[in-house]
């Protein structure tokens, strides 16, 4: 199983783009990466995910490198209610799907 | 429903106590995962249905762990003799296939706490 490293938490101002780091250096060729957030007291909420090529949605921006041994997620304009921990994952199977959550990254966003 | 629902919310059972959590999936989802988060952990894959049939079953830590979803719909986690390494919080998630590139949606959770 392809691991993920992810610093343990992360401050960030208001207004003010979050990057979240996370390296996967033994990622398989047809494994993807994807984010989830947890908000205090709620479930994991997907957030993106990617193969090798960046991607973008409503929520943030995944950008992966070439060689796919690590991303950062982009917050562009973090507010308050983005404070969560946030979690990196390859995953692992395709037949079942399951997700091997680590210990994730804290976010604080401060005013 | 608009989103998984659990039930309920907070358990609190006596050592040695049987506990049911529910898991209300989303209409049509297939694919069904039961997750436990222990405080300050992230979240642990306990087990995986697919409609009715329970294909992974790998992260269940003990046989006082069942889990059933005989109709391919609502499914129900089952504890007994509950101890309190158990306590933590247990989450369902339900997606819509099964594969890469499926979003799992998540319940907010039943924390369950032994005493």
């Known amino acids: 199983d392809a691991k993920t490293t992810q610093p343990t938490s992360m401050d960030c101002a208001e207004g003010r783009a979050a990057n979240l780091p996370c390296n996967h250096s033994?990622?398989?060729?047809?494994?993807?990466v994807y984010w989830y957030r947890q908000i205090h007291s709620q479930g994991p909420q997907y957030i993106i995910h990617?193969?090798?090529n960046n991607e973008t949605n409503e929520m943030a921006s995944l950008i992966i490198t070439e060689d796919r041994k690590s991303s950062t997620l982009i917050l562009p304009h973090a507010t308050l209610r983005d404070t969560a921990v946030y979690y990196c994952?390859?995953?692992?199977?395709?037949?079942?799907?399951?997700?091997?959550f680590g210990q994730g990254t804290t976010l604080q966003v401060k005013p | 429903g608009a989103g998984v629902s659990q039930s309920p919310r907070y358990k609190v059972a006596k050592r040695g106590q049987d506990v049911a959590l529910r898991c209300d999936p989303i209409?049509?989802?297939?694919?069904l995962f039961w997750y436990q988060q222990a405080l300050g952990q992230g979240p642990e894959f306990l087990t995986y249905f697919q409609n009715e049939a329970q294909l992974d079953k790998s992260g269940l830590p003990s046989d006082r762990f069942f889990a059933e979803r005989p109709e391919g719909s609502v499914s129900t986690l089952k504890i007994q003799r509950t101890q309190q390494e158990d306590s933590a919080v247990y989450l369902c998630?339900?997606?819509?296939?099964?594969?890469?590139?499926?979003?799992?949606?998540f319940g907010q959770g039943t924390r369950l706490t032994v005493v």
């Open positions: 033994t990622i398989s060729g047809n494994e993807y």
């Open positions: 998630a339900s997606s819509l296939i099964q594969g890469t590139n499926t979003e799992a949606f």
């Open positions: 990617g193969l090798k």
């Open positions: 209409s049509g989802h297939v694919s």
């Open positions: 994952i390859v995953r692992v199977e395709y037949y079942t799907g399951k997700l091997i």
